[in-house]
Structure formats: C-alpha cells, structure tokens
C-alpha cells in the first residue's frame, strides 16, 4: 500500500441522462402481447449524456471535470486536464507521484506523452482492455447509482451535470480509500487468472 499510495487512478466515464436497464418483464395475458400498455416508452440514446473526467487518490479526489464540446482529443487532454488537475494535484501525492491512466487514444498520443515527460510527470503502464484492475472504474458505479437514485431525478443535461458535480463531492472519501486498498488484492487476482477475467 506504500507504493499504491503514490498514485493517482484517472479515467473518463459518459453518464446517460436516462439510464436504460435493458429489459423489464410484465405479466400479461394471452392475446395481449402487443397492447399499447404493455410497452414503454423510451428515449433514443439515453437521451443525451455527458462525459466526466476525475482522479482518486489515498485521501483525496480530484475535481470532478465535465468535459464538454465533443471528443476528448490529445490537445484538449492535455490544456484541460492535465494542465488545470493533474500537474497542480501531484504536490499533494508528493515526490513520488504516478499517474495512471488508460491506454485511450487521447492519453497515449506523442504529444501527451512528450508533455507528461517535460512536466516530470511518471505514467504507470497500464495493459489494455483492463477495467477491472483500475479501481476508479467502482468509483464510476456508486457515483451513477447516486445520482440515479437522486429525487427529483435529472430532466436536463444540465441538471445531470449539477447532480454529478454534487454526488462527486459527498461520496465518502472512506469508500474511495477502501476501494484503492483493494489493489493488492486486485493483483493477486489476476496474476492467479493468469490475465484473465476476474471478480472485480
């Protein structure tokens, strides 16, 4: 936990304004199949949504960034998260400060990877298609199941963005802590799948 500590787990998450679970199941009779009633109405696309940006540590969260105006590119990446939360965070983690992030196009352009050196700034390599290793992604889930339970729920991408600028800074920072504790586990797990899939 000394060395896990020093790091600060990063990632982006898109939010749907309507969460659609799928299927739900009614009973009805037969020859009822096809009545209006047994059929819900639903918004195309989740009706909107908004992509997130954060970063959790041992102790402390960065803010919680809503990234607006299309695709997170190398540039944007690097002018509105790493320059305004990433760079000015690391003092707070210490000399010893790691960043990790995943292998998105955005995060591992040249120009990104040229910035993160000439701020000093070490990246932790992180294997591809591995989610479940990265403990921000729990943080994702309690941060949306919050808000879905939220009353009165978001009717707007407005209010969404208000909801999850609000459910961001009342999560508890001892459930993020337990979360990054589990990263010894989280290994352990995985070098006995041997790579594979596992529980997390």
């Known amino acids: 936990m000394n060395e896990w500590q020093q790091v600060l787990f990063t990632d982006e998450c898109r939010v749907l304004l309507k969460q659609i679970d799928g299927r739900q199941r009614i009973w009805r009779r037969k020859g009822e199949r096809h009545i209006q009633s047994n059929f819900e109405h639903t918004v195309a696309y989740g009706g909107g949504s908004i992509m997130v940006w954060g970063g959790i540590c041992l102790g402390a969260r960065t803010e919680l960034v809503i990234v607006t105006g299309g695709t997170m590119t190398a540039d944007r990446y690097i002018r509105d998260i790493l320059e305004e939360h990433v760079v ?109 899939n596992t529980r997390y």
């Open 88 to 196: 000015p965070f690391a003092p707070f983690i210490g000399d010893d400060f790691i960043l990790m992030q995943d292998n998105a196009r955005a995060h591992s352009a040249q120009s990104v990877q040229a910035y993160l050196s000439h701020v000093g700034i070490p990246v932790m390599q992180w294997p591809a298609n591995s989610p479940d290793m990265n403990p921000i992604e729990h943080v994702w889930d309690l941060l949306k199941r919050r808000v879905k339970s939220r009353m009165p729920p978001p009717n707007n991408l407005n209010e969404l963005g208000n909801a999850l600028l609000e459910k961001w800074e009342r999560l508890p920072q001892e459930i993020i802590d337990n979360i990054i504790c589990s990263m010894p586990r989280r290994m352990e797990t995985v070098i006995r799948a041997r790579g594979g």
